[in-house]
């Protein structure tokens, strides 16, 4: 297997269970992500120099085909409006995730997933596409790259979209899936082109982990004061009614415009930026 780029030589892919890839491309950057998407024909350049990307049947998530795994560390979790799947199915799912990817080339990111240092969690995410690795860089925040060689994730995202889930075999509802192991701290993604499901998934487990801490995650924007990050506003609001453009205040310090945490040492973002849609 050839590998390039930065990485933790100790802590590879082969820790997740992969083998027999073809390639992993590590911690890549904008303009290197750029060109693989472009000669794999997964986007093309607008004529502003921006990737663009066809998502294909799935323009946003699809929350029906998420699944979580139920034993005895999610059982007491608010189950209703949530699906479940047993710890064999999911590792009966993960271990064709494993064997779909055998052959394949994959692009490798090792990334923080929440701003405050004392309630982040290392995420690594292994996407099928190179345009999938340039979103989820772009949405999350980067290490300095003098860490990279130490970094051992506490979360592993796989998410390739050519994979079919089987229904009958992997206790899902549809060849779509986005399933979660809370326990083992595992997302896997296939069957949708949609990216946001890689960026949701960390919500998600920040989401579960964090109130615990002392944290309540929020869905929503964020900005305070210039100099002064006591005094913060938070927008609550569901998709597309207006929390980014609330929060984008030219008068004020934006702290991010979609996922929070609050704790006691203050507001901070999930994310490394902002998440706003474009027409």
């Known amino acids: 297997m050839q590998e390039t780029g930065i990485r933790n030589g100790a802590f590879g892919a082969d820790k997740f269970g992969l083998k027999n890839l073809k390639q992993v491309h590590w911690n890549l950057?904008?303009?290197q992500l750029y060109q693989y998407s472009l000669a794999a024909g997964e986007a093309v350049l607008s004529a502003d120099g921006a990737l663009c990307a066809d998502t294909g049947e799935f323009t946003g998530r699809s929350p029906k085909d998420k699944f979580t795994v139920r034993?005895?560390?999610?059982?007491?979790?608010?189950?209703?409006?949530?699906?479940?799947?047993t710890p064999e199915q999911f590792e009966t799912l993960y271990q064709d995730f494993l064997k779909h990817a055998e052959g394949k080339t994959l692009f490798a990111q090792?990334?923080?997933?929440?701003a405050d240092p004392t309630f982040q969690i290392k995420t690594?995410?292994?996407?099928?596409?190179?345009?999938?690795?340039l979103f989820i860089r772009t949405l999350l925040i980067r290490p300095e790259a003098a860490l990279l060689r130490d970094f051992v994730p506490e979360l592993t995202i796989i998410d390739i979209p050519s994979f079919r889930a089987d229904p009958k075999r992997h206790g899902v509802r549809s060849e779509n899936v986005v399933a979660i192991d809370f326990a083992r701290k595992i997302v896997l993604i296939?069957?949708?082109?949609?990216?946001?499901?890689?960026?949701?998934?960390?919500?998600?487990?920040?989401?579960?982990?964090?109130?615990?801490?002392?944290?309540m995650p929020m869905h929503c924007s964020a900005n305070h004061a210039i100099g002064n990050p006591v005094d913060t506003a938070v927008f609550f609001g569901l998709s597309g009614t207006g929390k980014t453009?609330?929060?984008?205040?030219?008068?004020?310090?934006?702290?991010?415009?979609?996922?929070?945490?609050?704790?006691?040492?203050?507001t901070f973002n999930f994310e490394g930026g902002c998440y706003a849609k474009t027409i």
Request: charged share 20%.
């Open 124 to 133: 690594r995410v292994f996407t099928e596409l190179a345009w999938h690795s």
């Open 190 to 215: 296939g069957g949708s082109y949609y990216a946001g499901e890689m960026k949701k998934s960390v919500f998600t487990t920040l989401n579960y982990y964090l109130p615990a801490k002392g944290v």
């Open 71 to 85: 034993d005895a560390s999610t059982e007491k979790m608010w189950w209703a409006g949530n699906q479940s799947i």
């Open 110 to 114: 090792d990334l923080y997933g929440g």
């Open 29 to 31: 950057g904008a303009p």
């Open 245 to 266: 453009t609330l929060s984008a205040d030219p008068s004020r310090t934006l702290i991010g415009d979609d996922e929070h945490g609050w704790s006691d040492r203050g």
